[in-house]
């Protein structure tokens, strides 16, 4: 339930608009045409929209990516509970695909952390949806890893890969799938 609610706040953080505007030129004309960009700067101070870049992860034989001048991608810090959490988050334009990952503590650069939570949502017109959330499996040694190898250094907002486990209904004795990712966004 808390793994959850962490998720939700963090896919919140897009959601609440998940438009680009491409007209708008800057930061600050950006900053007010994009209510996300607006929510994740009063949020909290290291929560930031990437302006450009990809989050790109295969899962099964898929491979999903966001490109970050068209679709909403943040890197998020939420805490909650006295706990500190950061994650990723994206949604595409189209609101018909979003992904989300969390790990414990506070991002920075050159750490590696487990994971908190997962999602990922996939609803395309036509068609029945797809809910994957983190596998609760016995079976699994770990609940996978969130690398960061840059972090808040120059243009770039984060850089890394991740590793993690989804399953359709998140059951001790679900089939899970390995996701495999990696990110590089930037803030310019």
């Known amino acids: 339930m808390r793994v959850r609610y962490l998720l939700f706040l963090m896919l919140l953080v897009v959601i609440s608009s998940c438009t680009k505007d491409d007209d708008v030129i800057g930061t600050t004309a950006t900053l007010k045409a994009d209510s996300a960009k607006r929510f994740v700067s009063v949020s909290s101070p290291a929560s930031r929209l990437a302006l450009s870049g990809t989050l790109t992860f295969k899962i099964k034989d898929s491979t999903y990516t966001f490109n970050a ?22 949604i595409n334009k189209a609101h018909t695909m979003s992904f ?7 991002a920075a650069a050159k750490i590696t952390d487990t ?14 949806g797809l ?19 840059q972090y808040a250094q120059d243009s770039v907002l984060a850089r890394g890969t991740f590793v ?18 990696s990110f590089n966004l930037k803030i310019k």
């Open 69 to 90: 001048a068209n679709d909403s991608v943040a890197l998020v810090n939420v805490f909650l509970d006295n706990k500190k959490y950061y994650g990723l988050t994206a």
């Open 100 to 106: 989300g990952i969390s790990s414990p503590g506070y």
């Open 164 to 181: 993690t486990y989804l399953s359709n209904d998140g059951l001790s004795t679900s089939p899970f799938y390995k996701v495999t990712g």
């Open 131 to 149: 809910e994957y959330t983190l596998s609760r499996s016995t079976a699994l040694p770990d609940m996978g890893k969130l690398i960061i190898t």
């Open 115 to 128: 994971i908190a939570g997962s999602q990922f949502l996939l609803n395309n017109a036509g068609q029945s």
